[in-house]
């Protein structure tokens, strides 16, 4: 679980759903709103399938998240996060800079049925994130301290008042979710954790998987990171290769756990590992942190009996009560196996 650049990515998420929104000219009759538009669309459809996973995976088990937070589901997105704002703000057909991006499937926001994509915003719950200052063109702090507001309203009032630029406003009551975001990067092939945060390359290979379940096990494998502590745990003890190699082997054991309380089938967590591994293994410069491929493959599989059992007894997998975890939280590596 490599450390991620935070402001880097954030910048290029933002930043690069439309890349042909940085391609200026002196003449606005030059500018193809087309291919802008499906430029955003694009990288919209992605995220949307980023976001629906991770709400699901989230959602599904937070009884057993050691950090839980009120969640609604719903990203924003921001007109001073692109390249050159005002194209993309014509593209969207928007006056101000704020607007839908996705709501979460199954999400209180979705449930709504108000968060439509690219429907405009004018308030938060009271402010209007319009008239907070932006940076330069590709500025992601604004955007970070609007979902930061909603984060804090759903925490200290137990729901958020949204108002739209039709005047119509939505009230959202959160639920529980696992304290972690998920992102889509607008470039690259990584998927990366950082503690708070999942992040997946728009060019990830896994987006080309139609399966749901398949795809779910790389958010899951990302999200098990998180609310494993391992950040926090490498930041102790050091992240030699050692290190980083035990993080990974728990984390990839618990994804078929994320995935059976999700409703996926856990064996999704095998059909991952198996068909982007076997393609996208990059041989001894991985396994220093890894193991291969095919035995990440095996210790996800060994790990369905005990997930079916507490399934069909319990139906629900506690993976905070019968997971063995190969380090400690607390310390540094787990001496004793306990199920």
Known sequence: ????????????????????????????ARIDYTAERAAIAQFQDRDQRLQDVGWQLARANAAFCPRVVPGIGLQLQDMASYGVPAIARTA????????VQTAARGSPAALTGAFA????IIRLEGFNPNDWRAGRAMDWQ????????VDAMLTEHGGIAVTF?????????????????FELMGEGDRAVADGTRVVIGIGFPAFAYQE????AALVAHELAHNVLGHDAWLDRVGRKPKFVRRIEREAD???????????????????????????????????????GWDERAEAMAAEEPIIRALMARDGRADWAQHFRREID???GLARTARR
Request: charged share 20%.
């Open 1 to 28: 679980m490599p450390r991620f650049p935070i402001l880097a990515a954030l910048a290029a998420a933002c930043a690069l759903p439309a890349p042909l929104a940085g391609q200026t000219t002196n003449a606005a």
């Open 92 to 99: 969207l057909g928007l006056t101000g800079d704020f607007a």
């Open 117 to 120: 994509r690219n429907r405009e």
């Open 142 to 149: 604004r955007l970070a301290r609007a979902h930061d507001h």
């Open 165 to 181: 630029a039709d005047g119509e406003t939505a009230r959202v009551q959160p639920v529980d979710v696992c304290a972690s975001r």
């Open 212 to 215: 749901e379940p398949v795809f």
């Open 253 to 291: 054991r618990l994804v078929p756990w994320l995935l059976a309380n999700a409703g996926y089938d856990p064996q999704a967590g095998a059909a991952f590992m198996i068909r982007w591994g076997s393609r996208h293994d990059s041989g001894l410069k991985l396994r220093t942190r890894h193991d």
């Open 329 to 331: 939280p607390a310390g």
